[in-house]
């Protein structure tokens, strides 16, 4: 008998296995049309009825208020980098990120072609496995906002105190951790998420701004990157990623009926990562990248410790044969790395703790 296969891939990732089922189902005749969601006009009553369903189970799920625009756009949340400091670093063209990784570096690199971004806090090189304590004195009362990565997907850490900025409107990329849990949206300016780890297919980025912030960007910039334009066109300025959205809509409904909101799914996240950081820090060959509070739930690097690369190669490779796979670890980090976003299955971290456990006991 097969095993089940177990993606622990850090982007794209696993789907819930009912979505993909139901996206199955309905693949080749979307409800009686005889046409797929891929073929369906984006300007159709089909396809309208999924674009406003998703925002209206999002907005559901996140409790996002009537003052916040949600859109979904594409570009991925690189496109992102640019579009915020395009449309929000416009008063004083300053803005304070602080860097946690290598993603949070790329965002303020970028916004370095706009402006004078500036970094406040760096967990950059040996400090890399901590988030650092932001605090009100170190935010410049001029920046037009700060920058944060909610989740930090390659090194594996997370924020769990927000920093207090004031009225300075915090910006935060949650790519790697959103809808991981309840989160009070009213504390940010704008977040944003490619959607590739826990909403659904890559080709969607999810926007949800505040109102007041739309509508700042200079003439120049291009209409694809104004959020001005988008939120005039409501959502359909130009062809969106329908089947993506489609997928997205069919993992918040999932979310929402099957899991039954964020706070169960956040219960369920946090005992599958503390099951997954028992096993590892109990484990005799390896051993955790990140050691403290900041450990994220999504994203678990581990590795050998005694820094032994052949022992990694025979980990990852029997682990493959067992169907948990796509387990290696960053480029740039090297070691293990197992994404356990909101699809992972219980059963899935029980597997792999079950293969840590056994491959212990064989090579130790
Ligand atoms: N930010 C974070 C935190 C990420 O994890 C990633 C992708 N892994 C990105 C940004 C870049 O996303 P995209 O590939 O959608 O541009």
């Given at each position: 008998i097969m095993n089940p296969v177990y993606n622990f891939s850090a982007g794209p990732s696993t789907l819930p296995k009912s979505v993909l089922k139901k996206a199955e189902a309905e693949l080749s005749n979307y409800k009686g049309s005889g046409m797929s969601v891929m073929e369906l006009s984006h300007?159709?009553?089909?396809f309208m009825d999924i674009i406003q369903d998703a925002e209206k189970t999002l907005r559901e799920l996140m409790n996002i208020p009537d003052d916040y625009s949600v859109m979904f756009l594409q570009g991925g949340a690189s496109t992102q980098f640019a579009m915020v400091p395009m449309n929000l670093m416009v008063n004083n063209k300053k803005a304070d990120y602080v860097v946690t990784g290598?993603?949070?570096?790329?965002?303020?690199?970028?916004?370095?072609?706009?402006?004078?971004?500036?970094?406040?806090?760096?967990?950059?090189?040996?400090?890399?496995?901590?988030?650092?304590?932001?605090?009100?004195?170190?935010?410049?009362?001029?920046?037009?906002?700060?920058?944060?990565?909610?989740?930090?997907?390659?090194?594996?850490?997370?924020?769990?105190?927000?920093?207090?900025?004031g009225d300075i409107p915090i910006v935060a990329d949650m790519s790697s951790n959103i809808l991981s849990e309840q989160i009070d949206v009213t504390n940010y300016g704008l977040i944003y998420a490619g959607a590739q780890k826990n909403i659904g297919p890559a080709g969607m980025t999810v926007v949800i701004i505040r109102k007041d912030l739309i509508g700042q960007a200079d003439s120049s910039v291009p209409s694809m990157l104004d959020y001005a334009v988008h939120q005039k066109a409501k959502g359909i300025y130009n062809t969106p990623p329908t089947f993506s959205i489609y997928m997205a809509k069919l993992v918040f409904d999932w979310l929402k009926e099957d899991i039954g909101g964020l706070e169960n799914m956040a219960k369920i996240n946090e005992d599958k990562a503390n099951l997954l950081?028992?096993?590892?820090?109990?484990s005799i060959l390896f051993e955790a990248s990140i050691k403290d509070r900041d450990r994220s739930w999504m994203n678990v690097p581990f590795l050998s410790k005694t820094g032994d690369e052949e022992l990694e190669k025979k980990f990852l490779k029997e682990a493959e044969a067992r169907g948990l796979v796509t387990l290696k670890g960053h480029r740039s980090v090297g070691g293990m790395r197992a994404s356990i976003y909101n699809?992972?299955?219980?059963?899935?971290?029980?597997?792999l703790v079950d293969f840590i456990k056994e491959f212990d006991q064989k090579n130790s």
């Open positions: 300007r159709g009553k089909l290598s993603w949070a570096q790329k965002a303020y690199e970028e916004a370095k072609k706009f402006g004078t971004p500036r970094v406040i806090a760096n967990s950059h090189g040996a400090d890399l496995s901590h988030i650092p304590k932001v605090t009100r004195d170190m935010i410049d009362p001029e920046a037009d906002y700060v920058h944060i990565t909610t989740n930090n997907t390659i090194e594996g850490t997370a924020f769990y105190d927000l920093p207090d900025t950081y028992e096993t590892i820090d109990h699809a992972m299955p219980v059963e899935g971290v029980q597997a």
